[in-house]
Nanobody, 119 residues
Framework: QVQLVESGGGLVQPGGSLRLSCAVS????????MGWYRQAPGKERELVAG????????TYADSVKGRFTISRDNAKNMVYLQMNSLKPEDTAVYYC??????????WGWGQGTQVTVSS
């Protein structure tokens, strides 16, 4: 089954930046549009950014548009999320997976990476 390993989270002050990484294995990575999702305590998991299989098209939730950038490296089977101008409301566990809006279902979820934005 597909393996997803997220990393790069941590504690950051408001206005700071983090870069998340996701390693994907056991699938033909370049065939799939990917997404970054987040889940805050007591809230449902939401898609915050998506990228097409070749990387030419990206989409963002309104709440992160202009602050987050999704990218991918198909040679390395990696997807990234650059997060700038972080806000306390960005605090959540972040996950990568294939884009649910494209495929209708997700692979099994990885462990995620915790992002905490606090002074």
């Amino acid at each position: 089954q597909v393996q997803l390993v997220e990393s790069g989270g941590g504690l950051v002050q408001p206005g700071g930046s983090l870069r998340l990484s996701c390693a994907v294995s056991r699938t033909i990575f370049s065939n799939y549009g990917m997404g970054w999702y987040r889940q805050a305590p007591g809230k449902e998991r939401e898609l915050v950014a998506g990228i097409s299989s070749a990387g030419g098209t990206t989409t963002y939730a309104d709440s992160v548009k202009g602050r987050f950038t999704i990218s991918r490296d198909n040679a390395k089977n990696m997807v990234y999320l650059q997060m700038n101008s972080l806000k306390p409301e960005d605090t959540a566990v972040y996950y990568c997976n294939r884009n649910l809006r494209v495929y209708g279902s997700a692979w099994g979820w990885g462990q995620g990476t915790q992002v905490t934005v606090s002074s």
